[in-house]
């Protein structure tokens, strides 16, 4: 089945910093490849994903690529603020697998 | 629009005890997952529909049973619950197989 492997387990940043997170994967028919982030106490919640036909996509202050050939992705948040520590988690799965696998989670501190 | 509904929020149950989580989705969404979160090992998932009328085992089902009731309900049974099944679970769904997963607020579960 799929493995997914997520680094760092935390990351401390100052505010306006960049942050970036990664992801390898082992199933090469993924084709999706969500990112989650929970607050305390919340359940995850989609903050952007991208598809196997897309290398880069970007939502303001937060982008996403991909290297298929590699099988990691990465999730990048630029100009960092307090309100986005949290955990952050990346997931994978194929269009037909029914399911995503989610890597372990980073705890991302934001430092005013 | 309620999103992910998830009842009790918080339950303490004996070991030995049975109960069932329940789950419900307000979004027309045909796949249903269940997922528990324990410290520092992410989301594992527990066993998932794809569809009303299915379902399947997830990563770690042992100690666990499903019902998929109809579209809207995806409910979890302990039957004898232990320790080991202390966690905090979430209930997701998705419009299809391999996209955006809604979570809802999770139902934190201690086993004495």
């Known amino acids: 089945g799929e493995n997914v492997e997520q680094h760092p387990s935390t990351l401390s940043v100052q505010e306006g910093d960049s942050a970036v997170i990664k992801c390898t994967y082992s199933?090469?028919?993924?084709?999706?490849f969500p990112w989650y982030k929970q607050e305390l106490g919340k359940g995850p919640q989609l903050i952007i994903d991208?598809?196997?036909?897309?290398g880069e996509k970007k939502d303001q202050r937060i982008a996403v690529t991909l290297n298929k050939t590699a099988k990691h992705f990465s999730l990048h948040i630029t100009e960092t603020q307090p309100e986005d520590s949290a955990v952050y988690f990346c997931?994978?799965?194929?269009?037909?697998?029914?399911?995503?696998?989610f890597g372990d989670g980073t705890t991302l501190t934001v430092k005013p | 629009n309620a999103g992910v509904t998830q009842t009790p929020k918080f339950q303490v149950l004996k070991t030995g005890q049975s109960m069932t989580l329940q789950c419900a989705q307000d979004?027309?969404?045909?796949?249903m997952y269940w997922y528990r979160q324990d410290p520092g090992m992410g989301l594992r998932l527990i066993y998932y529909?794809?569809?009303?009328?299915?379902?399947d085992k997830g990563e770690v089902p042992n100690g666990y049973n499903v019902s998929r009731l109809n579209k809207r309900e995806f409910s979890l049974r302990l039957e004898s619950a232990a320790p080991s099944q202390t966690s905090v679970y979430f209930c997701?769904?998705?419009?299809?197989?391999?996209?955006?997963?809604?979570f809802g607020p999770g139902t934190r579960l201690t086993v004495t």
């Open positions: 991208i598809r196997s036909n897309v």
């Open positions: 997701a769904s998705s419009l299809d197989r391999g996209s955006e997963q809604y």
């Open positions: 997931a994978a799965s194929g269009a037909n697998a029914g399911k995503s696998t």
């Open positions: 979004m027309n969404h045909n796949s």
């Open positions: 199933d090469s028919a993924s084709n999706y």
């Open positions: 529909s794809a569809s009303e009328g299915t379902t």
